[in-house]
């Protein structure tokens, strides 16, 4: 908003939540800026990325009620509506009249289009993709991974009532379920047999054992930051772990450029097998050892 007052002070200029991240957005969106925009001074980038924000959240929306939200001039935000417009961040729609105002031309509405949302997506990678450089550059790769692991603890805390709800066999669904509700688009499906995972260029070859299950994550909304930092994912899969009450083993991620990510599950029944025979092994070892001793 701007403040005036008696020509005394002529300009004051409020910043909010948005302008935290505007630098980052702006970049993005100065993308979609006609030929010879980008030579524009940061600011003119700042209120074209606000402008995009709002529709983001808001759209439809018209043109008056950025005016209004903004404090700026309608000519003002016709402006940068016009250049969001020609870099296909956004697009119009009309909007219904009601009968009761006759006939007349409908009002524009003004929506994001999905070129603007990965362009805010993009933005907000990098933007937190350069936060945890500094803090591993500040603090180390231990900070990190205290952040990624702090991170992910939301996340289950809001999934353990789900987890606890579910049916022994059916654990790895609710997961799947509640990780699509937060758009991961996963879903559960049984793991194939036994066998080696061929090794590639992220990792040695991995031996599955036979059983359990496999977690599928078809999209990732922080890949393109879990490239460069892998605690991201390790967080995660601790967490997964946590959540099944069983041993998980991380088989492929988007970070690491493979179609999806892929997580096994160990059967209950393996790991109750496996915790039965160590047991009687210790047992008839440790009577073998007393035997001897006497």
Do not use: W
């Not at 529709?55 to 009620?65: C, D, M, T």
Request: glycine share 10%; charged share 20%; proline share 5%.
């Amino acid at each position: 908003m701007d403040l005036r007052h008696t020509d005394v002070v002529k300009y004051v200029s409020m910043t909010d939540a948005i302008s935290q991240t505007a630098g980052a957005i702006g970049a993005a969106v100065g993308s979609g800026m006609p030929a010879g925009a980008h030579g524009q001074i940061g600011g003119e980038r700042s209120t074209r990325a606000r402008i995009a924000r709002l529709i983001l959240e808001n759209g439809p929306v018209s043109a008056a009620a950025l005016s209004t939200r903004l404090g700026l001039t309608p000519a003002a935000v016709r402006r940068h509506l016009d250049g969001l417009l020609a870099g296909g961040m956004i697009e119009v729609r009309s909007a219904r009249r009601p009968a009761s105002r006759g006939r007349g031309r409908p009002a524009k509405l003004f929506v994001i289009t999905d070129s603007g949302r990965s362009a805010f997506e993009h933005a907000y990678d990098d933007l937190a993709t350069s936060a945890l450089r500094f803090l591993d550059e500040v603090a180390g790769p231990g900070a990190v991974a205290e952040f990624a692991r702090r991170q992910v603890a939301e996340l289950e805390r809001r999934y353990r009532p789900v987890m606890a709800s579910a049916s022994p066999g059916a654990k790895v669904q609710a997961l799947a379920e509640a990780l699509s509700a937060d758009g991961y688009a996963a879903s559960a499906i049984g793991a194939p047999a036994s066998g080696p995972v061929p090794s590639g260029a992220h990792g040695p070859a991995l031996t599955v054992l036979a059983g359990g299950e496999q977690l599928c994550q078809h999209h990732c909304p922080v890949a393109h930051v879990a490239a460069e930092f892998p605690q991201l994912c390790e967080a995660e899969t601790e967490a997964f772990g946590r959540l099944l009450g069983t041993p998980v083993q991380r088989l492929a991620t988007i970070a690491h450029g493979d179609g999806i990510c892929t997580t096994h599950v160990t059967d209950q029944s393996l790991v109750q097998t496996r915790t039965t025979t160590t047991s009687a092994n210790t047992n008839t070892n440790t009577a073998e050892s007393g035997g001897i001793s006497a």
